[in-house]
């Protein structure tokens, strides 16, 4: 049977505001340990290390061109893709999606048609400090985090009195249903008690989409025994454990389909684990260069020469984009809105 090793970096839970991980993701490929081996063997004969490890490799200038030489022959020859999400980004979309939407919602707007949401997001994540004042939106993404975790009548006070500090009248589409209602729909749905800020489920459910339609059949997942990954082991168990049937179109490209062909999960010794290193090298330049385009880090590899490595439908990222018609076109017809309030219902157990 075919199998995929995961593996993760950048998770810090519900915490999307850490200042020393802003981006999170994960990778997929589906590659036997044989073939591991001997390309870790090809691209560096003289690794003393007991296991692979691309933060530790990538210190190294002399290591650069064996590690774009590695990911080349990845991307090339191996059914594989990574996702990538800029954290406080996600942050902004999930206050759209929880302290906006709602409010449309019950007035019979689809919020999701299209993207619009991840559009409204867009526009608040990198024009919000300039129009709601920078300390006052910085106190409603904090605000808005701690509320989605504590869930209390204090913090979600305190919500409705951040959102009403900022220069909301700006953009009042976005912030009004919080700031001049104090909407009873939102305020409900971020007191949800099975939602939460944690985007493991988000980052797992991208790379679940493109596994299966790579999958010639049913798959397996295997993956390394870190404890961040224990979130996304539980969440693996679950889709595998879901047996009713359902579609849902997710993008322009991408439909995700109820029952899973994935079968089997399980975790593994990243050590005794060829693959699941490879895993790890992916994902790591990823967030690296993730960083480096940022601006927030140096050093490593170069991040304009690593992307021009890959396929379109090999890397998947959740930025925020200013291309607002590139995103309608992307998202038309999907049903994101749909898809969320099933995964909600039936895998995460809350209902909207």
């Known amino acids: 049977m075919e199998c995929f090793r995961i593996d993760e970096s950048g998770y810090t839970g519900f915490d999307l505001l850490n200042a020393d991980q802003r981006f999170q993701g994960a990778a997929a490929i589906a590659i036997a340990d044989d073939d591991a081996k001997r390309l870790i063997k090809q691209h560096f004969p003289k690794l003393q290390a007991p296991e692979l490890k691309y933060r530790s490799l990538s210190r190294r200038e002399t290591?650069?061109?064996?590690?774009?030489?590695?990911?080349?022959?990845?991307?090339?020859?191996?059914?594989?893709?990574?996702?990538?999400?800029?954290?406080?980004?996600?942050?902004?979309?999930?206050?759209?999606?929880?302290?906006?939407?709602?409010?449309?919602?019950?007035?019979?707007?689809?919020?999701?048609?299209?993207?619009?949401?991840?559009?409204?997001?867009?526009?608040?994540?990198?024009?919000?400090?300039?129009?709601?004042?920078?300390?006052?939106?910085?106190?409603?993404?904090?605000?808005f985090q701690r509320a989605m975790k504590e869930k209390t009548d204090g913090v979600l006070n305190e919500l409705v009195a951040a959102a009403r500090g900022t220069n909301w009248g700006q953009i009042p589409e976005v912030i009004g249903p919080?700031?001049?209602?104090?909407?009873?729909?939102?305020?409900?749905?971020?007191?949800?008690?099975?939602?939460?800020?944690?985007?493991?489920?988000?980052?797992?459910?991208?790379?679940?989409?493109?596994?299966?339609?790579?999958?010639?059949?049913?798959?397996?997942?295997?993956?390394?025994?870190?404890?961040?990954?224990?979130?996304?082991?539980?969440?693996?168990?679950?889709?595998?454990?879901?047996?009713?049937?359902?579609?849902?179109?997710?993008?322009?490209?991408?439909?995700?389909?109820?029952?899973l062909k994935l079968t089997e999960v399980?975790?593994?010794?990243?050590?005794?684990s060829p693959a699941v290193q490879l895993a790890d090298v992916m994902i790591g330049a990823a967030i690296e260069a993730g960083n480096n385009l940022a601006g927030l880090r140096s050093g490593g590899l170069d991040p304009e020469q690593l992307l021009a490595l890959y396929a379109d439908e090999q890397f998947i990222h959740m930025l925020p984009s200013i291309d607002f018609e590139e995103q309608r076109r992307f998202r038309q017809g999907t049903q994101n809105g749909d898809l969320i309030d099933y995964l909600a219902a039936n895998l995460m157990g809350a209902k909207r």
Request: aromatic share 12%; charged share 25%; with cysteine.
């Open 63 to 143: 290591n650069h061109p064996r590690l774009i030489g590695l990911m080349r022959d990845l991307l090339s020859d191996f059914k594989c893709v990574t996702c990538v999400c800029d954290k406080r980004f996600m942050l902004t979309l999930m206050f759209v999606d929880y302290a906006v939407e709602p409010y449309y919602y019950e007035r019979g707007f689809d919020f999701y048609a299209d993207g619009q949401n991840y559009a409204m997001a867009s526009m608040l994540h990198m024009a919000g400090p300039t129009l709601l004042g920078k300390p006052q939106f910085k106190r409603l993404m904090v605000s």
């Open 266 to 272: 399980k975790q593994v010794d990243s050590k005794k």
């Open 178 to 259: 919080l700031a001049r209602y104090a909407d009873p729909e939102c305020l409900e749905a971020i007191a949800t008690p099975e939602l939460s800020t944690d985007v493991a489920i988000v980052v797992l459910q991208s790379l679940i989409t493109r596994m299966e339609v790579m999958a010639d059949g049913p798959y397996r997942v295997e993956h390394d025994q870190s404890k961040n990954l224990a979130t996304y082991h539980e969440l693996l168990q679950r889709f595998i454990y879901y047996n009713d049937t359902a579609q849902f179109r997710a993008t322009e490209i991408t439909t995700l389909s109820f029952p």
